[in-house]
């Protein structure tokens, strides 16, 4: 508690000692400031708000302060040197005080600048509503692990951008997907924001894909050659796992993503089933050459059941390792790495499947396409290849 004294005119407000300019007194307390009896204002002078300068010493000061309401003729004082004048409220031109600065870091600071800068928590991205139940729609639906990835990045991509769907804020997010991303990537976008505006009802129209130009030509399909010149060097290497996988990818036809899900009972039975997306199931065939050569593996590494395709941590390898090592390899042995990706081996499959057999609706089947266009591409030559019939057959 403070005390105050029982003698003089002046009394002790919460922690202030007067002193004369040739003496001095004892503080009462620890937290007593000393000031000089020639810096208080004189009583005839202008007023001005002593609640204010008091409770901004108050603030300022080292440790923190009991709060008692001085007196009301009490007058607000000067500090001497001990105390830093810029700590304590200066008085305007216009006689009112500014505010006192408040050193608590939690408060907002007092500055212009500070004051105007958005608040980075009201901007953070709102969950789209029923994010979770659409998730799990898709996973019913038996679409895969990476179509409900792409999905949802695409719905929270939009939502992050611009907050609420609506038939203006659609226009402007297909605008900025021509302008950020390929076609395709479009396209893809697009059709998972239709899938969800239909999945939630939202009645704020559908956005229309984009139009894409379909090539005459086939590119970016790894060669006979090149292939054959790949699994040599990887057995030549001893890379017995990515020389398996290479050759699964061409001798079935199956997607990167289903071929890390072959298993040991799967090379046995010489057949795989895969869920389609539209509940459908689809066989994938093991051919008789490849399943003796990757049964004489399995044995030579003591594999009898589980995933046969695993990382050097026993885990089942996953998709996206597969192209990043496959791009490693075809930088060693001099091949082209944009024709050596996973997706190329299917192509390739494809493209010898349809000059061995020609069976179109047989090759659609396989390859798991809902539309049989879809498998008319590789009815198509290369550019290349093109060029070398046009070279060979016009002589005019």
Known sequence: MTNFRTAGEVPECSALCVQNESHSCSADSDNAITVSISDIHNPDSESVHPKSDAAAIANKTAKPMQSIDPPKNAKPVKPNKQIKTDNI????????????????????????????????????????????????HLSARNLSDNTIVSYSYAIRQFFKLYGEITHSNLKLYKLFLIEHYRPMTVNLRIRALNYYIEYCQINSGRILRVRVQQKNYLDNVISEADYEYLKNCLLRDHKYLYYYIIRFMAATGARVSEVVQFTAEDIFAGHKDIYSKDNK???????????????????????????????????????????????????????NPDVVHPHSFRHRFAKSFIEKCGDLSLLSDLLGHKNLET??????????????????????
Do not use: C
């Open 281 to 335: 199931i689809r066989r994938i065939y093991v051919p008789k050459m490849l399943q003796r050569d990757t049964l004489l593996w399995m044995k030579s590494i003591s594999l009898e059941k589980g995933y046969i395709f695993l990382n050097r941590y026993g885990n089942p390898i996953k998709p996206g390792g597969i192209r990043y090592q496959l791009r490693n390899l075809a930088n060693l042995y001099g091949l």
């Open 89 to 136: 409220n200066k008085t305007g031109k216009s006689g009112k005080t500014s505010k006192p600065h408040n050193t608590d870091k939690s408060m907002k600071a007092d500055t212009p600048n500070e004051i105007s800068r958005p608040d980075t928590s009201d901007k953070a991205p709102r969950e789209p509503p029923q994010i979770n139940e659409f998730q799990f």
């Open 375 to 396: 498998t008319r591409i590789y009815l198509r030559r290369s550019s290349t290849e093109q060029y070398e019939i046009v070279n060979k057959v016009v002589d005019w």
